[in-house]
């Protein structure tokens, strides 16, 4: 997708995901053979639910339908969430990401695997799992020092529903 078309793209959607309560995450548009999607993921601090990808993808239809962003060629349009395996790369996703596990690639330690306990403006603070019995030890990481880093499914994890309740 052209950069101007991202652009436009942005500047037409990002006032309807921001309305409907969310962020605008990604849009991406593909092509195979003749046939183009349309991919906007939107994400929030308290997750998408399903109701209201279905209702915001109605919403972006009719204002694409009204414009001619996407040109004359038939098109599919998919709104959806990150994936939970989605790369964190911005404050917010790491801010989201506090109480989860996350694999980070750092700049030159290496790989390294912790929960995130709190994020500020200059980095996270994470604990670190014991190994072997071994008592969790607390570790700073500064957002410069981290190259990627993504969180790890827990599929024994509790979340926040669960926990309040």
């Known amino acids: 997708m052209s950069t101007t078309q991202s652009e436009r793209l942005r500047g037409l959607l990002e006032p309807l995901v921001s309305a409907a309560g969310l962020d605008l995450e990604e849009i991406e548009v593909s092509r195979a053979g003749r046939r183009r999607t349309l991919r906007i993921v939107v994400d929030s601090d308290d ?3 399903l109701d209201a990808c279905a209702d915001l ?37 790491y801010v989201r990401a506090v109480g989860r596990l996350v694999r980070f690639q750092l700049h030159e330690d290496g790989e390294l695997v912790a929960r995130i306990l709190s994020a500020d403006d200059e980095g ?34 509790k979340d926040k529903k669960e926990e309040e309740a």
């Open 47 to 49: 997750g998408v639910e």
């Open 57 to 93: 993808s109605r919403v972006i239809s009719q204002k694409l339908d009204e414009t001619d962003a996407m040109g004359e060629d038939e098109y599919v349009l998919e709104v959806t969430s990150p994936g939970a395996d989605r790369p964190l790369t911005q404050h917010r996703h």
């Open 124 to 157: 996270l603070d994470l604990e670190v799992p014991g190994v072997k019995g071994r008592k969790p030890t607390a570790r700073r990481v500064a957002f410069g020092e981290i190259a990627k880093a993504r969180v790890e499914i827990e599929f024994n994890r």
